[in-house]
């Protein structure tokens, strides 16, 4: 990163169009030093007071940082990771950037432009968000797919897991009606075991999905996130209603099957 080629801006004369200073004093027009972005700093580890030399068409241009400031980027306006006094960059060329709004109504005036005028270069940055936000749509769409089969996926080991005990809850259910135990009694305790099941089961998916989507947008896409603390919730509910409807119909068969039939199977 520090050898790629930057884009140098002189910084404004004005204090507040400096941006948010966090480290350091504001830019004097007069002295010549540099004003630096505090990730890009973070990263290459400059502090205040540190001295950056920038080979400008094969001049050396060396001057102390004086302050650090932070960018909002999300803005859309003209930022630059560092910025220099006008003293240290009044004798270099350089070429004039600006942003604006244009509504989508008027796009036939960017083609007027460029043909009055051919040394302007326009950037669309419209086109540019609309093919980030289509590749975003397909990277939802194709985890929605892995959320649907990983759902599947769950439910097949469960309906397997049932059907590798479903003797041993013929067993219990033979016993249990042999001593007396009602339907009612039988379908109530079934059902506590089945919701319990799927209430944990939920809860630990949501919390682990929570958890693991909160550290993944800080830690690594560097997006500020907060703790989803009603997923836990929703899968919770989500895992009772699963686990509910794949026992329903076989619990309730055994429930209603005659002490007799269960033992004699």
């Known amino acids: 990163m520090a050898e790629r080629e930057f884009n140098l801006s002189v910084a404004p004369s004005s204090v507040r169009e400096q941006g948010k200073i966090v480290a350091g004093q504001p830019l004097q027009a007069n002295i010549p030093a540099w004003s630096v972005e ?3 700093a973070k990263t290459l580890g400059i502090a205040v007071g540190d001295t950056l030399t920038f080979d400008i068409g094969g001049i050396p241009i060396s001057a102390p940082v004086a302050n650090l400031r ?4 999300e803005s859309f306006q003209v930022n630059f990771f560092v910025m220099g006094s006008a003293s240290l960059l009044q004798a270099q060329t350089g070429s004039w950037i600006s942003s ?10 960017i083609a007027n432009w460029v043909r009055a005028m051919p040394n302007i270069t326009v950037i669309d940055v419209g086109q540019v968000l609309n093919e980030v936000q289509r590749v975003i749509t397909l990277a939802s769409s194709v985890l929605r797919l892995v959320l649907i089969l990983c759902v599947l996926a769950g439910l097949t080991v469960l309906i397997a897991a049932l059907d590798t005990t479903e003797s041993e809850r013929r067993r219990e259910a033979a016993i249990m009606r042999a001593l007396g135990a009602t339907s009612k009694r039988l379908a109530a305790v079934w059902w506590v075991e089945s919701l319990l099941l799927g209430a944990v089961a939920g809860l630990i998916a949501g919390v ?3 958890v693991l989507g909160w ?3 800080t830690q690594l896409l560097n997006i500020p996130m907060a703790l ?3 997923l836990p919730l929703y899968t919770l509910l989500l895992g009772m209603l699963l686990a509910a409807l794949t026992v329903w119909r076989r619990l309730r068969l055994f429930a209603q099957t005659t002490p007799m039939m269960l033992l004699k199977d």
């Not at 932070?70 to 980027?73: E, F, M, S």
């Not at 604006?100 to 005036?109: I, K, V």
């Open 228 to 230: 989803n603390l009603l």
């Open 215 to 217: 550290s993944l947008a």
């Open 100 to 109: 604006f709004y244009l509504p989508p109504n008027q796009t036939q005036w």
């Open 208 to 210: 682990c999905a929570s």
């Open 38 to 40: 505090e990730g890009l």
């Open 70 to 73: 932070q960018v909002a980027w």
